[in-house]
């Protein structure tokens, strides 16, 4: 998960299958696109690192797969509606 280049074609060659196979199971068992479901397990874990740990923003983002702190940011408030900065702010209380 913490790979920025991870890609949907290496996990379905990995996992035997083709793109589009793989693409069907995933969204047929979860209700997510492969990539969205990726981008949200990511930032789930972001999440948990915001209010359990002392890491940066930054550190955050890259540590979750993020390429940039700055779409981590902006697919965190997609999300959760609050950006991360307003989560460490409330968890610091």
Partial sequence: ???ANLSIDSI???M???RSQFYRKIKSLT????VELIRLLRLQRGRTLLTTTDKSISE???ETGFSAPSYFTK???D????TPTDVRNR???
């Fill in 31 to 34: 209700n997510y696109a492969p």
């Fill in 16 to 18: 035997g299958l083709e």
């Fill in 12 to 14: 379905a060659a990995r």
């Fill in 91 to 93: 968890v610091a209380k």
């Fill in 79 to 82: 999300v959760y509606g609050e």
């Fill in 75 to 77: 697919c965190y408030r």
């Fill in 1 to 3: 998960m913490g790979n």
């Fill in 60 to 62: 955050i983002a890259y």
